[in-house]
């Protein structure tokens, strides 16, 4: 996987089909630049990629502590239907 090909997956990974406005605008470029970058026509910049790794970071952060709480919910919820049944 070459580097336009890595930004394309990682784009859409955070925000949809639709993602190179929304990136754009989270790392403060233009969406031309993004485009290019995707499109390989520039190589994306180390503070790019930088700014494209904290959002990751970001996102499984995130990501992390609600499967943590829907876990924690779906315990509870067995533990009641437990005491229900028992």
């Known amino acids: 996987m070459n580097e336009s090909e890595l930004f394309g997956r990682i784009g859409q990974a955070l925000y949809g089909e639709h993602w190179q406005k929304a990136l754009a605008a989270e790392i403060d470029r233009n969406p031309r630049t993004v485009q290019r970058w995707r499109a390989g026509q520039n190589r994306i910049p ?3 990629w930088e700014d494209v790794l904290q959002l990751l970071q970001q996102r ?3 990501l992390t502590s ?3 709480l829907a876990r924690n919910r779906m315990s509870q919820s067995e533990q009641s239907e437990a005491e229900k049944i028992g």
């Open 46 to 48: 180390a503070d790019a």
């Open 60 to 62: 499984l952060t995130k």
């Open 66 to 68: 609600l499967s943590w």
